[in-house]
C-alpha cells in the first residue's frame, strides 16, 4: 500500500509560479513511477508530468506537450517526495491536480489509468 499526501496547490495570477510536493509512505518498495495529473471540471484527468526512476542514475521524464518547457517534475528520494515545479501558469492550467504511483513500471507513463494509488488532490486556479 502506497499513500500519497500533496502539497502546495494556491491561488495564483497569470505568468505565476507554484511548487507542488507529494509526499508517499507506507509502501514496502518505493514506486519507481509517479506522475502529476490534473482534472478540470468538466474534462477527462490528463497526465501532466511523469518521472521514472530506472536506478540513482538512470531515469526517463515525460510531459503533456501544453506544460512543456514550463513545469518540472523533480524526485528528492532521501525526502520520498515528488515534485511538480509550475512556472508561466496560465488559466488553462487551473484544474485539480493529483499525485500518483504505481509500483510495476518500463517508464514515464502519462496515462492515468495505469496507476493504481492516488492522493486526495490540491486545487490550482490560475486567473487571467
Known amino acids: 500500500q502506497v499513500h500519497l499526501a500533496e502539497f502546495g496547490g494556491g491561488s495564483v495570477q497569470a505568468g505565476g509560479s507554484l511548487r507542488l510536493s507529494c509526499k508517499a509512505s507506507g509502501y514496502t518498495y518505493r514506486p519507481n513511477c509517479m506522475g502529476w495529473f490534473r482534472q478540470a471540471p468538466g474534462k477527462e484527468r490528463e497526465g501532466v508530468a511523469a518521472?521514472?526512476?530506472?536506478?540513482?542514475?538512470?531515469?526517463?521524464?515525460a510531459y503533456v506537450a501544453s506544460v512543456q518547457g514550463r513545469f518540472t517534475i523533480s524526485r528528492d528520494n532521501a525526502e520520498n517526495t515528488v515534485y511538480l515545479q509550475m512556472n508561466s501558469l496560465k488559466p488553462e492550467d487551473t484544474a485539480m491536480y493529483y499525485c500518483a504511483a504505481k509500483t510495476t513500471c518500463s517508464g514515464a507513463d502519462l496515462n492515468y489509468a495505469a496507476y493504481n494509488y492516488w492522493g486526495q488532490g490540491t486545487q490550482v486556479t490560475v486567473s487571467s
Open positions: 518521472l521514472h526512476t530506472a536506478s540513482s542514475v538512470s531515469y526517463s521524464i
